[in-house]
């Protein structure tokens, strides 16, 4: 169990994104949280991408992560990924697929990075069991620096086709035949599909007289760096925030690097789950080892014990209760699924971020009730972070 006074149970989420040993991509979420206000993940488990899209678009402005599920979506595609993306690129949130990988090095790679759904190409987050032994870390690590440096490579290949001089021996062709000297050149540019497909590339090529034209090939390789260092704190002094409206300090926050970071179940809200304490703890040891690539957990508690820790804790298993009903008793849904309140979980076990499904999903108004859950999320955060004063 996570020590109660444990400095990243009372920093505030801008300060916890300072921290050296926080990652970039950690960093960056950790000041998304403080700028929107929202410690809330709606975890999206619909089956079709008009669902998902719509869900992205109705409850987009009260989420920091929406978590996805792209395996029980019947219609999966590119176009999918690309419309998440640019959802979460206007509303500002975080993408996170809830994959789970759990198989050896060489195999979530190949799950990580192909296939139909090529993960690691649309989604900042995704997380990884520990059963196959620390090598998984690693294998999947490789595979993000992999998909990064891909996509900070752009090749560009022009054709062009220039007149060839007209000789005596073209004397007898027909006229068609004969060369059109204002159809001179014709340019292709070939470039990467940044998100669907980066193997995909789109050619057109205006057809030409073989006989009447050289053509000519040149090919360029080009590389741009994103950030991989924290971007810096918005530049306005702490005293000055609330003068500051939202929109300029997401601005200036920008929008998310190309980053990856990877989750590792510790612990799991379903009743006889057998995540035992020992095999949570292999969880923190081989995180600790990781820290550039894993950000954090999920977990029912906050696992930060060590001074130098600073991971974040995604917590599933949260739901308000309905109006009338007891505080502090258990909610289920008869599957072996148990439910805690915002505030038990950011308040009293030190956690970061809620998961909400079902409690969000169910509601007759999705973007209500998303928000309402972001408003006692975000209240038992300030309730914690309080107690450093007291």
């Known amino acids: 169990m996570a020590t109660q006074n444990h400095p990243t149970r009372t920093l505030s989420y801008r300060e916890r994104a300072s921290i050296p040993t926080t990652g970039p991509l950690a960093s960056y979420l950790l000041q998304l949280i403080s700028i929107k206000k929202t410690n809330l993940s709606l975890s999206a488990d619909v089956e079709t991408s008009a669902e998902l899209i719509a ?58 990075t192909s ?123 702490p005293n000055d925030a609330f003068a500051i409206d939202t929109p300029t300090q997401l601005s200036r926050l920008g929008e998310v690097p190309f980053l990856r970071s990877l989750l590792l179940l510790a612990e799991m809200s379903s009743e006889g ?49 309905p109006p009338g009903h007891v505080e502090g008793e258990k909610l289920g849904d008869g599957l072996g699924q148990q439910y805690n309140t915002p505030r038990k979980l950011i308040f009293e076990q030190g956690c970061d971020i809620i998961i909400v499904g079902r409690g969000i999903m169910k509601a007759k108004d999705r973007k209500a009730e998303a928000e309402r859950y972001r408003v006692e999320a975000w209240k038992a955060y300030e309730e914690r972070i309080a107690a450093k004063k007291g």
């Open 273 to 321: 789950h057998l995540l035992t304490p020992e095999y949570s703890q292999q969880c923190v040891d081989i995180a600790r080892q990781n820290r550039a690539f894993v950000m954090g957990f999920i977990a029912q508690r906050s696992l930060n014990k060590e001074p130098e820790d600073n991971f974040l804790t995604m917590t599933p298993g949260c739901q308000l209760p």
């Open 55 to 112: 869900l992205a678009e109705e409850v987009g402005d009260s989420i920091c992560i929406l978590k996805t599920h792209c395996d029980i979506v019947t219609d999966w595609t590119d176009r999918t990924a690309k419309a998440l993306r640019d959802i979460a690129k206007r509303k500002w949130f975080v993408i996170f697929e809830d994959r789970k990988f759990a198989d050896i090095g060489g195999t979530v790679q190949k799950q990580y």
């Open 115 to 237: 296939g139909h759904y090529r993960i690691a190409n649309w989604a900042e987050i995704t997380n990884a069991h520990i059963l196959p032994g620390p090598a998984i870390v690693t294998a999947l690590h490789q595979a993000a620096d992999q998909t990064i440096a891909k996509y900070n490579t752009s090749v560009n290949t022009e054709i062009s086709a220039e007149p060839r001089p007209k000789t005596g021996d073209d004397d007898d062709e027909d006229d068609e035949d004969e060369f059109d000297s204002t159809a001179i050149d014709s340019t292709a540019v070939e470039s990467p599909m940044e998100v669907e497909g980066a193997d995909e590339r789109r050619l057109s090529i205006k057809a030409m007289d073989r006989k009447h034209s050289v053509v000519s090939i040149s090919t360029t390789i080009s590389t741009r760096t994103e950030s991989i260092s924290p971007r810096p704190e918005p530049d306005f002094h």
